[in-house]
């Protein structure tokens, strides 16, 4: 015997947080621009696929972005793309660098609003 539920549950949020280092932080020039890149292109990617306010912890270089959950493997590909093209164009492994994490719900809520 199967029951058939028929109710509609939300999309569940999941909270993904970036951590990357500062741009001022790199060794020389060419590893700048690849933070730079970085940083810029996971912001504007997160900030549009984000379901609520993106929000930010200082203490750790993070940035926390709620995305849907159809979206999970979009922005995972995306910031691996991200990753992938800063290699290719700036020859510096970004992966030991910038990386991101699923985290729960109230890791979110501790962060601050990014303004």
Same mark, same amino acid.
């Given at each position: 015997m199967s029951i058939q539920n028929n109710v509609t549950?939300?999309?569940?949020?999941?909270v993904y947080k970036v951590t990357m280092p500062k741009v @001022?932080?790199?060794?020389?020039e060419n590893e700048k621009k690849?933070?730079?890149?970085?940083v810029i292109n996971t912001l504007?990617?997160?900030a549009n696929m984000s379901v609520a306010e993106p929000k930010i912890d200082k203490s750790t270089n993070s940035i926390y972005f709620k995305i849907d959950d159809k979206n @999970?493997?979009?922005?995972?590909s995306g910031f691996n793309n991200i990753i992938n093209e800063c290699n290719k164009v700036f020859n510096i492994d970004m992966a030991k660098k910038a990386y991101i994490k699923k985290v729960n719900e109230s890791e979110y809520e501790k962060a601050d609003a990014l303004k």
């Open positions: 549950n939300p999309a569940f949020k999941g @001022d932080t790199g060794k020389d690849a933070i730079a890149e970085t504007v990617m997160g @999970d493997k979009v922005f995972e």
